[in-house]
């Protein structure tokens, strides 16, 4: 006959961990911590009190690596280190079974322990019978791995359904992409920002395209503006937008810098760097504001929108590898950058706030061009690299 206080100890353990569960489902870590307390503070209870104090921390244990692996994952896709992919959704879905179910058998157990019932999980039973010394671990390992295999076999099938077409999240954030889309043309249109000049447009669209055909990248779909900020800026946006601000051209020393911060914008774009952080970070703003206050949004989301140390490396390694294939010299770009982390005579520019580490990523493009590169061909000739600076700035002054 199991004593009242017995009954009620025991009961506390599991009603511990139904709180746990779910109050501290997004920070795993406290479950454990929690049990891991009321286990040893126990410890010196009855047998019955102390055997089901153990099987609710090993039931707690179970669900830790499965819950904090989710929950690194999303932290992943809240700072654009993955996208929403099936095996992201999948595990979310064995995640929250599992965590149901923990529920489900906690509430039983916390029920049925207070009215003095040995209540004993499958699978995890065993596993506390071993570690109280009732039975040997050889009797223990074959049904103690039953609920390990079972969770492995779901994830393996679960995470490889897919869930993103099934859940039409594919069709979701093309439907924002084209809102984006939209937005981005109001705004150039709106503030009269965008230069629009055929020669002009068609010098910096022989820039882009002489690295897009010598490393046979689509590039077509891009639409090119010259934006009459003077901001030392340059930014890719989803739908193939690439703003390039007329004070980037006028603080590029030549025509084979510009070249190089392009390339790395590019890069940004073909590797699906942008497309995935700017949906996340301005996504559902887009979706929920007035067309005058999304358009306003979006741009100061574009200028201020930053990338971590390896998307920043990927891109600039990508950019040195296209710059060379394309025989344009990396040399300025990596000079370009580091006058910008010096601050020279230029002051502390959108380039630079938006992409840190200036200084010590323009010693590793210096690292990466190749010992014996081939023969350097400028991207612009003199004469039109000038020309187009100063048809540049005849249209900018005339507006101001």
């Not at 971590?308 to 025989?327: N, Q």
Request: charged share 20%; net charge negative.
């Amino acid at each position: 006959m199991i004593a009242d206080d017995e009954a009620e100890s025991a009961s506390n353990s599991y009603l511990l961990s139904l709180v746990l569960l779910v109050g501290g489902a997004p920070l795993p870590i406290l479950n454990l911590l929690a049990s891991v307390i009321f286990y040893f503070g126990a410890r010196r209870s009855s047998p019955f009190v102390r055997w089901h104090c153990t099987q609710a921390l090993v039931g707690q244990l179970l669900l830790i690596p499965v819950n904090s692996t989710f929950l690194w994952m999303t932290i992943g896709l809240l700072f654009g280190q993955r996208e929403l992919d099936d095996f992201y959704v999948g595990w979310g879905l064995v995640m929250l079974t599992l965590n149901a179910a923990e529920l489900i058998a906690s509430i039983y157990a916390a029920i049925k322990v207070r009215q003095g019932v040995d209540v004993r999980w499958w699978s995890i039973a065993p596993i506390v019978d071993a570690l109280l010394g009732r039975q040997g671990w050889g009797k223990s390992v074959a049904p103690a791995m039953a609920m390990p295999v079972i969770v492995v076999v779901a994830m393996a099938a679960v995470t490889r359904v897919p869930w993103t077409a099934v859940l039409h999240t594919e069709k979701a954030q093309g439907r924002l992409e084209a809102k984006i889309d939209d937005l981005i043309e109001e705004a150039l249109e709106s503030n009269h920002q965008s230069v629009r000049d055929p020669a002009m447009e068609s010098t910096l669209r022989k820039v882009v395209n002489r690295i897009c055909d010598a490393n046979r990248l689509e590039c077509v779909d891009y639409r090119l503006y010259l934006v009459r900020d003077m901001t030392v800026n340059a930014a890719t946006l989803p739908g193939g937008h690439f703003i390039v601000n007329a004070g980037l051209v006028f603080a590029a020393p030549d025509a084979d810098a510009l070249a190089g911060v392009l390339a790395h914008e590019l890069a940004h774009a073909e590797r699906g760097h942008v497309r995935g952080k700017l949906l996340r970070e301005i996504g559902l703003s887009v979706l929920m504001g007035t067309k005058a206050e999304q358009s306003i949004l979006l741009f100061r989301r574009m200028v201020s929108l930053s990338y971590d140390r390896d998307m920043e490396s990927e891109a600039d390694r990508s950019a040195v590898d296209w710059l060379v294939e394309a025989k344009v010299n990396p040399t300025s770009f990596a000079n370009f950058l580091a006058s910008l982390a010096d601050g020279g005579s230029l002051p502390l520019t959108a380039l630079a706030r938006t992409h840190p580490g200036s200084e010590e990523r323009a010693l590793k493009i210096l690292d990466r061009i190749p010992a014996k590169p081939p023969e350097w061909t400028p991207v612009l000739t003199p004469q039109e690299w000038e020309g187009f600076r100063q048809s540049l700035s005849a249209v900018v002054t005339k507006t101001q």
